[in-house]
C-alpha cells in the first residue's frame, strides 16, 4: 500500500483540518509493516493509523488525530447519538473497539460512524431518521442541516488533496506534508 493512497484518501486529516478519514487498504501480506511505518512518521505529529476491521477481506485503514476526535466525540450530539447505539465506555480507545465491533457485526457502515470521520452531528442524525434519503446536498457525506457550510467543507477538503498530492509528487515526504499537532490545530 503507498503513501500516494494514504495522502489522497486522508489528506484533510494529515493537514490537521479534520479529525479522521477511513479508506479501504489493499490485502497484502506486508499491512502490518506498512502501519507500522506510517505511525513511526505520523505519531509525532499527533497522528495514528489503525487496521480499524477487516470487510470482504479488505482491511479498513482508520488515519485519526486523537486529541481532536476525543474531544469531538465528547460533544453532546455525539455523546446522545452514541449512546443510542450502544457506546457506554468515556475512552476514545473503547469507542474505536466498540466501532471496530459494530463494523464486524454489520454487512453495511454503521451509521454513527459518521461521528468517527468528523461529519457534523445534524447530517448524522438526518442520515439516520431519513435513511440516507431526502439529503440536501451530498459530497464527502449526506447534507441533512447546514448545507452551505457543508458544501465550504467539501471544497476545503477537495483542495487540501489536490495540493498534498501535487506536493507529494514533487517529492515532499508524508511526515512534512502532516501537520504537527498542538492539539491537532483544533481539526
Request: charge should be positive; glycine fraction near 8%; proline fraction near 4%.
Given at each position: 500500500m503507498s503513501d500516494a493512497k494514504l495522502i489522497h484518501y486522508c489528506a484533510p486529516t494529515l493537514a490537521g483540518i479534520k479529525a479522521a478519514n477511513l479508506f479501504n487498504g489493499d490485502d497484502s501480506p506486508d499491512i502490518d509493516e506498512v502501519l507500522s511505518r506510517w505511525n513511526a512518521a505520523l505519531n509525532?505529529?499527533?497522528?495514528?493509523?489503525?487496521?480499524?476491521?477487516?470487510k470482504n477481506g479488505r482491511p479498513l485503514i482508520y488515519v485519526y488525530r486523537p486529541?481532536?476526535?476525543?474531544?469531538?466525540?465528547q460533544n453532546e450530539e455525539c455523546e446522545a447519538i452514541l449512546r443510542t447505539f450502544g457506546y457506554t465506555g468515556a475512552s476514545l480507545t473503547e469507542r474505536l473497539a466498540r466501532l471496530a465491533g459494530r463494523l464486524l457485526e454489520s454487512d453495511?457502515?454503521?451509521h454513527e460512524i459518521g461521528l468517527f470521520l468528523d461529519y457534523p452531528a445534524d447530517d448524522v442524525r438526518g442520515f439516520i431518521a431519513?435513511?440516507?434519503?431526502?439529503?440536501?446536498?451530498?459530497?464527502?457525506w449526506k447534507?441533512?442541516?447546514d448545507e452551505k457550510g457543508a458544501r465550504c467543507r467539501f471544497a476545503r477538503y477537495k483542495k487540501c488533496?489536490?495540493?498534498y498530492e501535487r506536493c507529494f509528487k514533487q517529492g515532499f515526504a508524508l511526515d512534512r506534508l502532516t501537520v504537527g499537532s498542538s492539539a491537532s490545530h483544533n481539526a
Amino acid at each position: 500500500m503507498s503513501d500516494a493512497k494514504l495522502i489522497h484518501y486522508c489528506a484533510p486529516t494529515l493537514a490537521g483540518i479534520k479529525a479522521a478519514n477511513l479508506f479501504n487498504g489493499d490485502d497484502s501480506p506486508d499491512i502490518d509493516e506498512v502501519l507500522s511505518r506510517w505511525n513511526a512518521a505520523l505519531n509525532p505529529k499527533g497522528v495514528q493509523v489503525l487496521c480499524l476491521a477487516k470487510k470482504n477481506g479488505r482491511p479498513l485503514i482508520y488515519v485519526y488525530r486523537p486529541a481532536a476526535l476525543a474531544a469531538r466525540l465528547q460533544n453532546e450530539e455525539c455523546e446522545a447519538i452514541l449512546r443510542t447505539f450502544g457506546y457506554t465506555g468515556a475512552s476514545l480507545t473503547e469507542r474505536l473497539a466498540r466501532l471496530a465491533g459494530r463494523l464486524l457485526e454489520s454487512d453495511d457502515f454503521p451509521h454513527e460512524i459518521g461521528l468517527f470521520l468528523d461529519y457534523p452531528a445534524d447530517d448524522v442524525r438526518g442520515f439516520i431518521a431519513h435513511q440516507g434519503k431526502a439529503c440536501k446536498c451530498s459530497g464527502c457525506w449526506k447534507v441533512y442541516g447546514d448545507e452551505k457550510g457543508a458544501r465550504c467543507r467539501f471544497a476545503r477538503y477537495k483542495k487540501c488533496t489536490r495540493v498534498y498530492e501535487r506536493c507529494f509528487k514533487q517529492g515532499f515526504a508524508l511526515d512534512r506534508l502532516t501537520v504537527g499537532s498542538s492539539a491537532s490545530h483544533n481539526a
